[in-house]
């Protein structure tokens, strides 16, 4: 476990020499949603991952936070001056939020289906307008399923079809109710993102939710030099859709940040 400002985060480090990558989980899986890609970068690269409090290893916070400080405080806890950032999802927001915040510590940044700050629209849809509902009733299992017709319709959208992504949401919404209160924001990033610095990858799932990827093209206009990779065969989990595919992109930006 690390230790974070009131409170704890685990954080996995897979050792090694030479510029480390730091991956950031999206709010829809914990840390394990990297597993496909690891054993591809952990061969050649160091590799860190991190559970944000109250996801997967990590214990759910007692007071209120800001994520991009959990990276801040991971970092120097493993010593590390200067990293590549994988941010998906929620993990990109985070990610674009540590680069504007301190530019120095980041070499490059491999945003997936990114998540940002300031961006209006995002939270519309049958998902948001069925959520509360699903909660109020308690219907956990409706959630999961309400929430994979949103986020994962390259595996079929149910848990039958897609039994992996499902675990991984339903693994997650103690974390998605518990952290309310506590996970803040910081300022809106979105008309900030022309000051980002750093070599930069996003990749979108051209099967995503159309407010995802109509944000992630916009996204990419505003970061100078940004590189638009368009996943065709991605929803919300590109690291479960096309493993080899993001492995490869990661690769590729971090030979141009190194």
């Known amino acids: ?80 001056e200067r990293a590549v950032l994988v941010g998906s999802s929620m993990g990109g927001a985070t990610s674009v939020d540590f680069a504007l915040e301190a530019p120095e510590r980041v070499a490059g940044l491999a945003l997936l289906v990114p998540g940002v700050s300031g961006y209006e629209g995002l939270e519309t849809g049958e998902f948001f307008e069925r959520l509360e509902p699903l909660a109020t009733a308690g219907d956990m299992e409706g959630i999961v399923r309400l929430g994979l017709r949103a986020w994962a319709r390259a595996g079929g959208g149910t848990p039958e079809s897609d039994p992996v992504a499902a675990a991984l949401c339903r693994a997650v919404l103690p974390a998605w109710f518990g952290n309310i209160g506590h996970q803040l924001t910081g300022p809106p990033a979105f008309d900030r993102l022309g000051e980002i610095s750093a070599p930069t990858l996003l990749a979108l799932g051209e099967l995503d939710r159309p407010e995802v990827v109509r944000c992630n ?42």
């Open 1 to 80: 476990m690390v230790r974070v400002s009131h409170g704890e985060v685990w954080a996995d480090d897979a050792g090694g020499d030479g510029l480390p990558l730091v991956l950031l989980h999206p709010g829809v899986g914990d840390s394990a949603v990297w597993d496909p890609v690891l054993p591809a970068l952990g061969a050649r690269r160091r590799v860190i991952r991190y559970d944000v409090r109250g996801y997967g290893r990590s214990p759910a916070p007692t007071a209120p936070y800001l994520p991009v400080r959990d990276l801040a405080e991971v970092l120097d806890h493993f010593g590390i």
């Open 217 to 258: 093209e916009e996204m990419a206009d505003r970061i100078p030099g940004c590189r638009l990779v368009r996943l065709t065969a991605s929803d919300h989990y590109p690291t479960l859709r096309e493993p080899e595919h993001v492995a490869r992109l990661i690769e590729e930006l971090y030979a141009e940040a190194a």
